[in-house]
């Protein structure tokens, strides 16, 4: 299993440690609940150098890009991300979704889920040597680490440890430093995926501990995993594995999952898996990704993955994911359902493996609605 390289850090913190993606990360760091309202009120810091991180240049590093992603990475200029954009295999199902950063002079990077990462290396390189492009792919996961500084507080937080610059940056623009100047700090983006404003920085792993101190010490909370996946849950944002996959006995054609944020582009054409993608457009979807949220009377109850989903005795679909949303306060789901009951506002019942049940309304993305 791989090792975060602050686990020392996040053990001095703390933290309860579990397995995620094949690698061991802090899940919490006392308490789930508080680590997730201290983002959706204030401040606070993930480590999620778990997640990949490649670089692709060459003179042919925007062809295989467009080649291996649904959006048009053409549009996004240097200093901006591009994303979130879907790799699709043949058949239209999703490898992984991911972000693109345009440095410039043909050079991108791209940071993947933990679970995707060795398959869309592998992936890349299989395009590359299919088409004969001219690119040099590179695996950087382990020469930074990755934070990400999340809340409303966040810009309080950035500014006050010499990161001012960052401050400018519009939502999806990045800067980048020479480390050696920064202490170590390559990269900063405004950028995140909690719904909540905030940065990402890519740090040089040998500086990471003190920065991410650094950063505690400004104010920012440490927060493990199940937050971070409580609070992609309110905002009804997709995990690999649970909402996407490539086997089509399991997970339904890319077009199911109703993305959103332009992550198609359906004017873009020869990208990977698009002939399958838009046979499933014409065809139409039979199943679709929708959120739930439990009703009063059944507040506790919480879906788990597998779950399946009924409207009166007919079972109409299945979660995917589910959690407890501290800020609703009550059990949250995102899951498919068949197309013809998908219907905003009615009431479905979830159960159990055990025949447990709660009823649920069918809700619109995201969960947390914003005034």
Known sequence: ??????????????????????????????????????????????????????????????KLLEKAFTKKIQKTK???????????????????????????????LSVTNAASKDRMLQHLKMITAKEGFRVEIEDLTWDYALFAVQGPKSFDIVSTFGMKEALDLKPLQFIVFNPSEKNGIFLVSRSGWTGEEGFELWVDVKKAANIYKNILAAGAKPVGIAARDSLRMEM????????????????????????????????????????????????GARWLRYGFVMKKEFARYIPRKGNKIYVEEIEVGWVTSGSFSPVLERGIAQGYLDSRYALVGESVKIVDERGRYGLAKIEEFPLLKRK
Request: proline fraction near 4%; aromatic fraction near 10%; charge should be negative.
């Open 78 to 108: 240097e200093g901006n991300l591009s994303g979130p954009t879907l790799a699709l295999n043949e058949v239209a199902r999703v490898i992984d979704d991911e972000m693109l950063y345009n440095l410039g002079g043909g050079e991108y």
């Open 1 to 62: 299993m791989n090792e975060l390289p602050l686990k020392r850090v996040h053990e001095e913190l703390g933290a309860s440690f579990g397995e995620f993606a094949g690698w061991h990360v802090p899940m919490n760091y006392g308490s789930v609940l508080q680590e997730h309202l201290s983002v959706r009120n204030e401040a606070g810091i993930f480590d999620i150098s778990h997640m990949g991180r490649i670089k692709i240049k060459g003179e042919d590093s925007l």
């Open 236 to 283: 009804g944002f997709v995990l690999g594995g649970n909402e996407y996959g490539e086997d089509p006995r399991f997970f339904p054609c890319a077009v199911s999952l109703r993305y959103g944020m332009g992550a198609i582009d359906w004017e873009k054409q020869g990208y990977v898996g698009e002939s399958m993608l838009r046979s499933c457009r014409k065809e």
